[in-house]
C-alpha cells in the first residue's frame, strides 16, 4: 500500500490529482467547522458536551463528521444523497423506466444520477428543516437549556438556515462529483472517510482519558478487527464459466474461461444503514408524542430504556437481527440470478456441469443464498461490537467506541477501493510506458 502511495506520487499526473484531492478535502473539512448563520456556536459546543452521543442522530453525525451537532454549514453531510442513492436503487426494481435507464449504459445511468441529484435536493430540505425545528424546540440536545439559536423567533433567520444546510448539501455532492471526476476515488465514499476519520483522534483522546488500559484494549482490538475486516471484505465466491468457441465471419471467437465473482459481502454498507435508522424511529416518534398519554410515556420510558440505550440486549439483539434481514433483504433486489443466467446465455457462457437458463439461475441462487449467510452474520458482529464494548465496559456514556461497526466498514471498504483504483492506474501508465 505505502509503495503504492510512493510511486503515485511521483508520478506527476497522478500526485496533481491526490494533491487535487486532498485540496477538496480540506474545503470540506472547513465547511463542516463552519458554524450556520443565526448560531450559537459556544452554546451548541456545550450542549454537544453533554450529550456525550446519546442522540438518534448518530449515525448521521458520525458520516458529516461532527458537524450536525455542530448545526454547521455541511450540518447534513453527505446522508442526504446516500439517502437519495439508495431509493433510486430501490426504484429501480419497482418502476420499469428506472429499470430500463439502468440497462441503457452511460446515458442512462446520467439520467438517473440526475434524479438522485434531484431527490437529494429535496430530501436535504425535509432534513434540514426537521433539523432546525428540534434545534427550535430545544429537543436536538436532549436536555440542555442553551439557546442554539438566539435568533429563533425570526422567520428570516429560520429560512436563511435552511437554505444554508440545503445548499452546503448541493455543494458536498459537488464536491464529491469533482474528486470523482478530477481527482482519486469515488468522490463521496472520501467524503464519508474524512468525516468519519476526523472524529477517531477525539474519541481516541476521550479514551485515553479515561483509562490507558482500556486505550491500550481498544488499539488491539482496533488492529484485529481492521484485519478481519479486510479479509472478509475481499474474500468471494469465484463461479467459473466457460465461453464456446462462435464463428462470427471468418474469425473464431469465445472459448475462453472466467469467473464470476460473488463477494461474501454482497450488500456493502447499506444493510447497517437500513437497520441504524429503523432503530432510531421509535425515538422520533417519542420526542413527537412525548407527554399526550399516559400511554405514550409508558411508550417514551420503554424506547429509552430498551431501544435508544446502545448497551441494552434488547437494542443490541434487534440491530444485529435487523442487519441481517435487510442484508438478504438488499441482496435479493440488487442480484438477480435470473437476469445473470440469461446473460451468460446470450454471450454464449456457461458454468461447468450446469445447464445454461433456468438451472443456471437456481444454482447462482442456491450458492448467493449460502454465501448471504456469514455475510450478514459477519455485518450483525461488526455493527455492534461498539455496542457489545459499552456493555462489557459498564461505560454507557461513552458512546463513540471508534473501531467497530459502521465506521470500520466504511474506512476498510473505501481505503481498500482507493488503494485499488490507484494500483490500476500506475499499472495503466507502465503499460502505456511499453506500449511507447
Known amino acids: 500500500m505505502l509503495g503504492a502511495f510512493r510511486s503515485a506520487l511521483a508520478t506527476p499526473d497522478l500526485r496533481k490529482k491526490i494533491l487535487f484531492t486532498l485540496g477538496i478535502i480540506i474545503v470540506y473539512r472547513l465547511g463542516a467547522t463552519m458554524p450556520a448563520p443565526g448560531v450559537s456556536f459556544k452554546n451548541v459546543r456545550a450542549c454537544a458536551e453533554q450529550l456525550e452521543g446519546q442522540n438518534i442522530y448518530s449515525l448521521i453525525n458520525l458520516f458529516s463528521g461532527g458537524a450536525l451537532l455542530n448545526l454547521s454549514v455541511f450540518a447534513l453531510g453527505i446522508m442526504p444523497y446516500i439517502t437519495a442513492s439508495i431509493i433510486i436503487q430501490l426504484l429501480t426494481v419497482v418502476i420499469p423506466r428506472f429499470e430500463q435507464l439502468k440497462k441503457e449504459g452511460q446515458a442512462g445511468q446520467g439520467k438517473l444520477t440526475q434524479y438522485t441529484r434531484y431527490l437529494t435536493i429535496g430530501l436535504a430540505i425535509l432534513q434540514s428543516t426537521g433539523l432546525v425545528a428540534l434545534a427550535v424546540r430545544g429537543q436536538l440536545f436532549g436536555e440542555c437549556d442553551q439557546d442554539v439559536i438566539p435568533g429563533k423567533d425570526s422567520i ?7 437554505i444554508t444546510m440545503t445548499a452546503g448539501t448541493s ?16 468522490g463521496m465514499s472520501l467524503l464519508i472517510f474524512t468525516g468519519i476519520a476526523a472524529r477517531i483522534p477525539a474519541e481516541g483522546k476521550n479514551i485515553l482519558n479515561k483509562s490507558g488500559v482500556t486505550f491500550a484494549l481498544v488499539c488491539v482490538a482496533a488492529l484485529v478487527i481492521i484485519a478481519s475486516v479486510i479479509y472478509v471484505e475481499q474474500a468471494q465466491r469465484r463461479i467459473p464459466v466457460q465461453y464456446a468457441k462462435r464463428m462470427i465471419g471468418r474469425r473464431m471467437y469465445g472459448g475462453t474461461s472466467t469467473y464470476l465473482p460473488l463477494k461474501v459481502n454482497q450488500a456493502g454498507v447499506i444493510p447497517v444503514i437500513f437497520a441504524s435508522s429503523l432503530l432510531y424511529l421509535p425515538d422520533l416518534i417519542v420526542r413527537l408524542t412525548q407527554g399526550s398519554s399516559p400511554e405514550a410515556n409508558w411508550f417514551s420510558t420503554f424506547v429509552q430504556t430498551y431501544l435508544v440505550k446502545q448497551s441494552s440486549w434488547v437494542h443490541i439483539s434487534v440491530y444485529f437481527l435487523l442487519i441481517v434481514f435487510f442484508t438478504y433483504f438488499y441482496v ?7 437476469e445473470r443466467a440469461d446473460e451468460m446465455k446470450k454471450f454464449g457462457g456457461f458454468i461447468p456441469g450446469i445447464r445454461p437458463g433456468r438451472p443456471t439461475a437456481e444454482y447462482l ?7 448471504t449467510l ?18 462489557l465496559t459498564g461505560d454507557s456514556q461513552n458512546q463513540n467506541f471508534p473501531f467497530g461497526g459502521t465506521a470500520v466498514l466504511i474506512m476498510v471498504g473505501v481505503g481498500l477501493d482507493t488503494v485499488k483504483q490507484i494500483e490500476s492506474q500506475l499499472m495503466q501508465r507502465n503499460y502505456e510506458g511499453f506500449l511507447r
Open 374 to 391: 456469514p455475510g450478514s452474520l459477519y455485518l450483525g458482529i461488526v455493527a455492534i461490537l461498539p455496542n457489545l464494548f459499552l456493555d
Open 332 to 338: 435479493g433486489i440488487t442480484f438477480n440470478p435470473d
Open 171 to 186: 455543494v458536498i455532492m459537488w464536491l464529491g462529483e469533482l474528486i470523482t471526476e478530477k481527482g482519486i476515488g469515488n
Open 156 to 162: 428570516f433567520t429560520l429560512i436563511v438556515l435552511v
Open 365 to 371: 441462487k442456491f450458492v448467493l443464498g449460502r454465501i
